[in-house]
């Protein structure tokens, strides 16, 4: 790959990575798991990177929506978590985030509620911020399954109890 091309894909990297978390977060509802796609869909789109033409950000992101689809079908990675780390977090002064992060379970668990095809789909309709037709067309399914799916999503996730009650739910 040329100097040029690696140091586009640098950029795109520290621009775009923090963005790609939280639509893969969004995705698989765990933080880990999604660092964990964002770094494959980053790792399987560096090779193809100097011939990528137009928005390389859909590219990725159809990387990414793929890894995950393929990963949901899956029974068992053949990954097993190791021992944890030791580490010094809580010794560490923060500020309360706490309705910020009882928001953001409350979502993650509303949208694990949905089916992988429905989470797919909200997560790039709403997060994302695609169209149907972009939608459908990274998704490889017709406009109106988009619409149709992203429906019952929606009326899934304004019954979960956990969202009702929250700033989320209009509280």
């Given at each position: 790959?040329?100097?040029?091309?690696?140091?586009?894909?640098?950029?795109?990297?520290?621009?775009?990575s923090?963005?790609?978390?939280?639509?893969?977060?969004?995705?698989?509802?765990?933080?880990?798991?999604?660092?964990?796609?964002?770094?494959?869909?980053?790792?399987?789109?560096?090779?193809?990177?100097?011939?990528?033409?137009?928005?390389?950000?859909?590219?990725?992101?159809?990387?990414?929506?793929?890894?995950?689809?393929?990963?949901?079908?899956?029974?068992?990675?053949?990954?097993?978590?190791?021992?944890?780390?030791?580490?010094?977090?809580?010794?560490?002064?923060?500020?309360?985030?706490?309705?910020?992060?009882?928001?953001?379970?409350?979502?993650?668990?509303?949208?694990?509620?949905?089916t992988?095809?429905?989470?797919?789909?909200?997560?790039?309709?709403?997060?994302q911020?695609?169209?149907?037709?972009?939608?459908?067309?990274?998704?490889?399914?017709?406009?109106?399954?988009?619409?149709s799916?992203?429906?019952?999503?929606?009326?899934?996730?304004?019954?979960?109890?956990?969202?009702?009650?929250?700033?989320?739910?209009?509280?």
């Amino acid at each position: 790959m040329t100097r040029t091309a690696d140091a586009d894909f640098e950029r795109f990297v520290q621009t775009q990575s923090t963005p790609l978390l939280r639509f893969a977060e969004m995705l698989c509802g765990d933080r880990h798991n999604a660092e964990d796609l964002v770094q494959q869909a980053l790792m399987r789109s560096y090779p193809k990177w100097h011939r990528l033409d137009g928005d390389q950000l859909r590219y990725v992101r159809r990387v990414l929506v793929n890894r995950f689809l393929t990963q949901a079908r899956r029974r068992w990675n053949n990954e097993v978590p190791s021992d944890p780390v030791e580490n010094d977090w809580d010794q560490r002064a923060v500020a309360d985030f706490a309705q910020q992060v009882q928001t953001r379970e409350a979502v993650l668990s509303a949208l694990a509620g949905l089916t992988v095809r429905e989470r797919a789909v909200v997560a790039l309709r709403y997060s994302q911020d695609l169209s149907e037709a972009e939608t459908a067309e990274l998704l490889g399914m017709a406009p109106g399954t988009v619409k149709s799916t992203s429906s019952r999503a929606l009326a899934k996730l304004r019954l979960a109890p956990d969202l009702i009650d929250s700033v989320v739910g209009g509280n």
